[in-house]
């Protein structure tokens, strides 16, 4: 039986500030203490407490087992089992108490997670005349399990004036502590045809079924919460032979949402519609394929404030996002290659119940674009060796849907160096390669840095 979740203030996976976990003084905190006594030193802003750890122990494993039968049917199965220990201990900043102290807040995460997925597909492949045609249909499984404790206590001030962490920091008390549990099991179908050899006609649906549980052993109470609805996909396009293909699509998703309404009903999933239309080409006297996709999305059922019941929320937001994306791969040959990309999003909260209407939804930025270059040498002693760069950038947004809080972009360069020889390959990767200091993600409570340069190498070998 689904329980009525009406004064569990929070879901049993989100916690107070838990998006503002690491360094947010920058974004808010000095926003607000520049009218007061200018920003802190650089200092205190990059320093941490002594409270703060982060520690993480994760792994997995599975497999990918494919068969063909013969020329018309395969079947598939990839399954996959990863977990994860965390233990996370942070002090952050919540606002300020006056015009010369900060407030903060101690909170932490202990918890073992697991997720284990398994899909089987059966495909079939056959000619109908002049329909190439291939049917793939398949049946999925996912569990997703966190079973931990989180504490929280907002009791510690800093001052403004003299801004230290020499204090210390006793352990919070728990407001959380059980077990989450989300099972979906999905059924499938999808079929491609191409017609004449030129018209190319996908349809597509699934039936999905969603179980969400909480064993809350504080509150020694179970809920549990069912969702299931179905989703469909088309898309039609046309082969040219001068290697132009534009088609167009329409395609639906869902998001479920955990809790209730006022009088107890249970939250609908909140759905997607997404209508596409582009062009594909790939010439044909060079190596290189373009793309560019015009789109538009509505989701529906969003959750916004109920007017009666202040306190409760009511499902009749709506988001839209419309844009534009551009991709481009090119081969300049002798080993030389380009890959792009531009995105240009026009978002808008398109109802809603908490005075945002019209507003850009928080943490989606207008512009996105990137650019990698990639030489690898393709003969002599050197052969097998790779040399790649690029660039990303990432535009302005806002950390609320009030737009009151606004974010900047961020330009990030990347390299790599790969070496492969037979069933050998050694890689070394560079993220953010000149140490860029920016802010990845922001809400209310503050804003999270973005990572460091940071050095991968890895070895990977095929047997």
């Keep these: ?193 191409r017609i004449f050899d030129r018209w190319l006609l996908t349809l597509g649906g699934r039936q999905s079924w969603v179980r969400n549980t909480y064993d809350d052993r504080l509150a020694n109470d179970d809920t549990r919460q069912d969702d299931q609805i179905f989703s469909g996909m088309a898309g039609l396009g046309y082969d040219f032979d001068n290697g132009i293909t534009p088609y167009v699509s329409y395609s639906e998703s869902f998001v479920t949402n955990v809790g209730s309404t006022f009088d107890g009903s249970l939250f609908k999933p909140s759905e997607a519609g997404q209508v596409e239309a582009g062009i594909k080409y790939q010439p044909t006297f060079f190596n290189g394929f373009f793309s560019v996709a015009v789109f538009d999305i509505t989701k529906t059922n969003v959750l ?55 507003n850009r939804p928080a943490r989606v930025p207008e512009h996105q674009a990137s650019l990698w270059a990639n030489y690898k040498i393709p003969e002599g002693a050197l052969e097998g060796l790779s040399l790649g760069a690029g660039v990303r950038y990432i535009g302005d947004s806002y950390a609320d849907n009030a737009n009151a809080i606004p974010v900047d972009g961020y330009t990030l360069f990347d390299s790599a160096v790969r070496y492969e020889r037979n069933n050998y390959e050694l890689s070394l990767n560079v993220s953010n390669v000149f140490d860029e200091d920016y802010y990845a993600t922001c809400s209310t409570s503050g804003c999270i840095r973005g990572e460091g340069r940071v050095i991968k190498g890895m070895f990977t070998a095929k047997f």
């Design 1 to 193: 039986m689904a329980a009525d979740q009406r004064h569990k203030p929070d879901r049993p996976h989100q916690y107070p500030g838990r998006q503002a976990d690491a360094e947010q003084l920058p974004a808010r905190c000095r926003e607000e203490l520049s009218g007061f006594r200018g920003e802190l030193p650089e200092s205190f802003v990059y320093s941490q407490s002594d409270y703060n750890h982060f520690n993480a122990n994760h792994g997995g494993l599975g497999y990918e087992f494919e068969h063909r039968f013969n020329a018309a049917f395969q079947v598939r199965q990839n399954l996959r089992f990863s977990a994860q220990e965390t233990d996370y201990h942070h002090l952050y900043y919540n606002g300020m108490a006056n015009n010369t102290t900060m407030n903060y807040v101690a909170f932490t995460v202990d918890e073992n997670a697991t997720i284990f997925n398994v899909d089987n597909q059966l495909q079939y492949e056959a000619d109908f005349g002049p329909v190439e045609n291939t049917l793939l249909t398949g049946v999925d499984y996912s569990r997703h399990q966190v079973d931990g404790n989180k504490r929280y206590e907002q009791a510690y001030t800093v001052s403004v004036l003299d801004p230290n962490f020499n204090f210390d920091v006793t352990e919070p008390p728990i407001y959380q502590d059980g077990v989450q549990t989300i099972d979906r099991v999905g059924i499938y179908a999808q079929n491609q045809a």
């Design 304 to 358: 916004t404030t109920d007017p009666n019941n202040a306190n409760f929320q009511v499902q009749t937001g709506e988001v839209n996002h419309r844009g534009i994306e551009l991709e481009g791969n090119v081969s300049l040959g002798n080993g030389l290659s380009l890959t792009t990309g531009y995105t240009y999003l026009d978002a808008k909260i398109t109802k809603s119940n908490d005075g945002d209407e019209g």
